[in-house]
């Protein structure tokens, strides 16, 4: 799925993409997969095994929900976190490339 450029990727396609980025330490975060950048929690899957949570900027995130609704959104969990939810079965690995690099640099920088 993931490498045909149809929307649909799954935790394996998250995980090659995440472990080619420099740092990344692959672990678990509340018993499920995760990625830590150094020591800065940076993604995990959900329980539900099928929604990515994500460190992103808050503008990041309003724009995104906004422009893909379908794809992305928080709980009132998240609300005061910078960090979104994503549903694996509605992004393409491409955008997951591009958006990964950004929330990389967006968890890399912060203190």
């Given amino acids: 799925?993931?490498?045909?450029?149809r929307s649909g990727i799954t935790w394996e396609d998250v995980r090659r993409l995440a472990a080619a980025l420099p740092r990344t330490v692959e672990g678990t975060s509340y018993g499920t997969p995760a990625f830590h950048i150094g020591?800065?929690?940076w993604l995990r899957m959900k329980e539900d095994g099928v929604t990515l949570v994500l460190?992103?900027?808050?503008?990041?995130r309003e724009i995104l929900m906004q422009a893909k609704p379908q794809t992305f959104f928080i709980t009132d969990h998240y609300r005061d976190y910078p960090a979104m939810l994503i549903r694996l079965a509605k992004i393409s690995e491409g955008e997951m490339k591009d958006?990964?690099?950004?929330?990389?640099?967006?968890?890399s920088r912060r203190k």
């Fill in 55 to 60: 460190r992103i900027s808050f503008d990041e």
């Fill in 39 to 41: 020591k800065k929690f």
């Fill in 1 to 5: 799925m993931g490498k045909t450029g």
């Fill in 99 to 107: 958006l990964l690099a950004r929330s990389y640099e967006f968890t």
